[in-house]
Structures are given as C-alpha cells and as structure tokens.
C-alpha cells in the first residue's frame, strides 16, 4: 500500500494525519479510541476485535479531497 500525505493539524508532526492510499481509500492517524462507554457503543454497532477506532479533530477532514477523481 503507497500512502500520500494530505495533511495535518498537528503544530509539531505528530497525530492527526490524513493519508490517501493507491487503493481508493483513506489512512487517518489520531489518537487511540480507549474510553469504555465509548467503546462499548463501536462494539455494539458491530466493531469487531481485530479492528480499532481513533479519534481525529474535525478540522483534519478539511485535507480530505470533496471528490476523488
């Protein structure tokens, strides 16, 4: 898998990150979902174990592109 940085709003190059891939899809790097009620709602909707969740500021989606293409 290629990645292509999109950006970030981190002021010192750490977490979030957003990254295209070469598969049409999107790699977001943020900081680790770990509060239980949290979690207990991702599993109840279906989250499986090998899988996680992250937790990214709403101003990273502004890297995203409005269309891929």
Do not use: W
Request: charged share 20%; with cysteine.
């Amino acid at each position: 898998m290629k990645l292509s940085h999109l950006g970030s709003t981190s002021k010192n190059g750490g977490c979030p990150e957003l990254y295209a891939t070469d598969r049409g899809t999107y790699v977001v790097q943020g900081t680790k979902v770990t509060d239980p009620e949290a979690l207990a709602i991702l599993q109840e909707r279906g989250l499986p174990d090998h899988e996680t969740a992250v937790e990214i500021p709403a101003a990273l989606l502004n890297f995203a592109p409005k269309s891929q293409e």
